[in-house]
């Protein structure tokens, strides 16, 4: 219940760590480390070398320009979820981080640390698949961006290569008649979700849906977003029976069986949720339309 | 300061006292309080961040002092139990109300419920219930003491606030 021996690193600024990153054997970033020291006292981890990116300012903050937020790899938990602009730009991830952990994890634990975990039930994750997000990768050969769709491998598998690490994640935003809703489901507060759902609807003057967008997280190795169940919303209006279609093609899918949650009551959760999270999603965008 | 791979020397202000000591870097921010700096008012239960008995302060935030290794604590401000007390050696109101209430029996878990609720009180002078429980939500009592401690907590928020005194 100790971490195993390694060599720590404490950069100060991103050009250093990915100098070190790119010369490291078996090296691991640690960010807010809310996983990794876990990991580290488990020894489910066993790095060589820890770098340790608390120390570089450029990595942390929230911005808002060109119709993006521009939130750095390293900015807490704790600091989005008082965040005004956050609040405002992206209430989704808002709603979604008073599920994350506790207050005590949330002060340490990092944007761009939730995604790297990419733990299957996690919120940050479903948040960013929700939005599209755009991963900003840096590496000692330069910067590039992955699509968050394309940002998860497998399980707890980032689709980052050697020697890359995360330097901040840009949210497109939605037009202002949307309504967005996070719900979840888990055994105790704060745990990770059996299911959760993320849900966006932009509703045109009339009331029909313009564009949907909804994610299921908790279900399978990634969150899983449900592209022909938001065609199938578009031009409608989100009554009963649109809800009801949406959640039973959502219980439809397959799921991953596990010894505490059985594969029925994951899909019944599935529907359940998915009815709230756009029940929700359409008040919230009627609400916002007026 | 010494920058060899595997230890280091930091500089960390513990319930206000500097204290200048080498660390090895894989040790917990737990160890080096209880073990180097004798501090053992701070528990360490599950060493994996589920039970919250070692939360102290960290530059006025939460944290649990396993899922941090001490050499990330150089230059931080630490408060864990041994600090919450006043000066003179009476209570804090939260320590008087958790006698009054008595929100503890085995008291393992009290350091981490006490500095988890200081953030609570700094930050929310009139928390509801509701927030308390949230508040305490990542921190585990197995003598199953909660009712004691949400109670306890909304007493603190009240003499702090000035409305109760604490023999009420």
């Known amino acids: 219940m100790k971490p195993p021996p390694f060599s720590y690193y404490a950069p100060t600024s991103v050009q250093e760590a990915v100098a070190l990153l790119g010369s490291l054997e078996n090296a691991r970033v640690l960010a807010g480390g809310q996983s990794l020291l876990p990991m580290l006292n488990m020894r489910f981890a066993t790095p060589d070398h820890v770098i340790d990116i608390n120390r570089i300012p450029a990595l942390t903050g929230i911005a808002v320009r060109d119709g993006e937020v521009v939130i750095g790899a390293m900015t807490r938990q704790r600091d989005l979820e008082f965040s005004p602009v956050i609040r405002e730009h992206l209430p989704i991830m808002h709603e979604a981080l008073q599920f994350v952990g506790h207050r005590q994890t949330r002060n340490r634990g990092t944007i761009g640390g939730s995604l790297c975990h990419l733990d299957p039930a996690a919120e940050l994750p479903c948040v960013a698949a929700a939005h599209d997000a755009v991963v900003d990768v840096v590496s000692e050969n330069g910067a590039r961006e992955i699509p968050f769709a394309e940002f998860p491998l497998g399980y707890l598998t980032p689709s980052l290569e050697p020697g890359e690490m995360v330097r901040a994640i840009r949210f497109p935003l939605w037009p202002t008649r949307t ?12 745990d990770f979700a059996i299911v959760s759902v993320a849900a966006l609807v932009a509703m045109d003057a009339d009331g029909a849906v313009e564009r949907a967008s909804l994610t299921l997280g908790g279900v399978g190795s990634g969150p899983m977003r449900m592209h022909d169940v938001e065609d199938a919303l578009i031009g409608k209006t989100l009554d009963a029976i649109a809800i009801k279609a949406a959640a039973e093609s959502c219980g439809a899918i397959e799921v991953d069986d596990d010894p505490y949650t059985p594969v029925h009551y994951r899909k019944h959760l599935c529907r359940t949720l998915v009815v709230r999270a756009l029940e929700t999603a359409a008040l919230r965008a009627q609400g916002s339309r007026s | 300061m010494n920058e060899t791979l595997d230890t280091r020397t930091i500089i960390v202000k513990v319930n206000g006292v500097e204290h200048r000591r080498t660390a090895p870097v894989r040790m917990l921010l737990s160890d080096f309080l209880r073990h180097e700096l004798r501090l053992t008012g701070t528990h360490v239960g599950c060493e994996h961040g589920v039970c919250g008995a070692c939360t102290v302060l960290v530059d006025g935030r939460s944290a649990r002092s396993c899922l941090m290794l001490a050499v990330q ?36 878990c009290t350091p981490g419920m006490l500095t988890t609720l200081m953030e609570l009180l700094a930050d929310n002078p009139s928390p509801t219930e509701e927030d308390v429980k949230i508040t305490i939500s990542g921190n585990l009592c197995r003598c199953t003491g909660y009712a004691g401690i949400v109670k306890a907590a909304l007493d603190a928020a009240a003499v702090l606030r000035g409305e109760k005194t604490p023999a009420a």
């Open chain 1, 179 to 190: 309504g967005a809703a996070f719900v979840e489901f888990a055994r105790r507060h704060g």
């Open chain 2, 73 to 108: 604590s150089d230059g931080c401000e630490i408060l864990t139990i041994e600090g919450i007390a006043n000066a003179d050696g009476t209570l804090h109101p939260l320590q008087e109300a958790f006698q009054r209430r008595h929100a503890l029996q085995c008291g393992f």
